[in-house]
């Protein structure tokens, strides 16, 4: 039998936010990814940087880590706010 997977229990703020229909990205802090086609990739609301290579690029978000791979990646920009990645992207992953 397949073990079943812990889904995290929705915090108050997260109901608070849900029952007003705000944005929850915005005030709750969560990170945003935007990819471009296959060559961009803006990330707002990130932590830190724990791996930049040409082909993995993993940032740390408020709640999980962010894995971009692909081939000749670079970070074009970053600010304490947010990050453009560009190069040839092959996925994008999130590590509960």
Do not use: F, W
């Amino acid at each position: 039998m397949r073990k079943k997977e812990k889904i995290p229990p929705i915090s108050r703020n997260e109901k608070i936010v849900e029952s007003l229909h705000l944005p929850k990205d915005s005030l709750l802090g969560a990170s945003i990814v935007t990819v471009m086609g296959n060559t961009n990739a803006l990330i707002e609301n990130y932590k830190g940087i724990i791996e930049y290579t040409d082909e993995n690029i993993v940032l740390q978000g408020k709640t999980c880590r962010i894995a971009i791979s692909g081939a000749r990646l670079s970070i074009e920009y970053y600010t304490n706010d947010e990050m453009k990645i560009s190069g040839r992207i092959n996925s994008v992953s999130y590590i509960v």
